[in-house]
């Protein structure tokens, strides 16, 4: 997520810059690639929990409307990444969370 990974702040005008899930293995000695192929982006907005599962790497316009629609404060959840290995298997990969501040 754009270097980011676990749990972090962002601030409101950095949502607008997100424009899709990664996948690299840190401090790896040899350069695996790895292709995000889906992920699931949900938030709570206005007291409902919004849900949308991405196809391949990059925000679609549903999940933009969710990440637009987050004030100060909110959590938004990228998990369930499922990425494919050079081996050709496909991982789940560990996911971020955003707090909007």
Partial sequence: MGGKTGNVEVKKVELGQIGGV??????????????????????????????????????????????????VGSKIFFENVKAKGPDGTIRNIPGVTLKVK
Avoid at 45 to 68: D, H, M, P, Q, T
């Fill in 22 to 71: 990664g996948a690299e293995l840190a401090g790896f000695d040899f350069d695996a690639k790895f292709i995000v192929i889906s992920f699931e982006l949900s938030a709570v907005v206005k007291g409902a929990l919004k849900s949308v599962v991405c196809s391949g790497n990059s925000v679609n316009s549903e999940a933009r409307g969710i990440l637009n629609s987050a004030g």
